[in-house]
């Protein structure tokens, strides 16, 4: 049950790049902190409505995979594990872009300049998972009986459903008319400071797996080395005294 993987030499160079800005990322969150939500200051410019930043953010994480998509090769597009791996990505961002903006509930107003950086990185990584799923992976009609792949799509469906489980508990931490930060209580969060963070760490984890690819790995990197000092942020706060 061999996969191979054809990839175009100037795709191999994103995902590295992809990796790099991963550990930049790390460094600077670590040493700064978070720049965005309750962790930014009154000083960081200008600001975007929450529920209109994360639409503008994400989107093209969506767009530009779908466009992709358009213009793909048809041989590639009939393999089953792409077709699939592909859907993986695009239910994520669908989710991400057009559902979840418009459940949001108030919500803090979002730095001009962090909406901006997301939406950079979008465009960016939705174009190399997409452009190397569509052109470029080329794996055999039974990767998706390995076991590689049906472990890592359990985890990235089992990642999904608690990272929107736990944004549905975030949002509904508050009463009408209470403000102020509120310690987040019930299902994976009577584990995990951070369940939502802790989600798509095992979704995007979940993907690579599935993937098996460089791409797929990067952003898993990327999600991990992000997300991970907002979680200790979290937790050093939310601990108790």
């Known amino acids: 049950m061999a996969l191979a993987l054809a990839q175009e030499p100037p795709l191999d160079a994103l995902a590295y790049l992809e990796c790099l800005l991963a550990l930049l990322g790390f460094a600077a969150l670590s040493l700064v902190g978070p720049p965005y939500g309750r962790y930014s200051s009154a000083s960081s410019g200008p600001r975007v409505p929450a529920r209109a930043a994360w639409a503008v953010q994400e989107l093209p994480s969506l767009a530009v995979p779908l466009y992709q998509c358009a213009r793909a090769s048809p041989e590639?597009?009939?393999?089953?594990?792409?077709?699939?791996?592909?859907?993986?990505?695009?239910?994520?961002?669908?989710?991400?872009?057009?559902?979840?903006?418009?459940?949001?509930?108030?919500?803090?107003?979002?730095?001009?300049?962090?909406?901006?950086?997301?939406?950079?990185?979008?465009?960016?990584?939705?174009?190399?998972?997409?452009?190397?799923?569509?052109?470029?992976?080329?794996?055999?009609?039974?990767?998706?009986?390995?076991?590689?792949?049906?472990?890592?799509f359990v985890l990235w469906l089992i990642g999904m459903l608690i990272n929107i489980h736990s944004d549905h508990i975030l949002r509904n931490l508050r009463k009408p008319g209470e403000t102020g930060y509120k310690i987040p209580k019930g299902g994976l969060f009577e584990y995990v400071t951070a369940a939502n963070y802790f989600g798509e760490i095992v979704e995007w984890g979940g993907y690579a797996l599935a993937s098996w690819s460089l791409p797929g790995g990067a952003f898993a990197l990327f999600t991990f080395c992000i997300l991970l000092p907002i979680a200790k942020q979290h937790h050093r706060e939310n601990a108790p005294a």
């Open 76 to 152: 590639r597009l009939r393999c089953a594990p792409n077709r699939v791996l592909l859907a993986m990505f695009l239910a994520h961002y669908t989710q991400r872009s057009l559902i979840f903006p418009f459940l949001i509930r108030g919500g803090k107003p979002t730095p001009l300049y962090s909406c901006v950086i997301a939406f950079f990185f979008c465009t960016y990584n939705g174009y190399l998972q997409s452009r190397y799923l569509s052109q470029y992976a080329v794996y055999t009609d039974d990767w998706v009986s390995d076991p590689r792949f049906l472990i890592g």
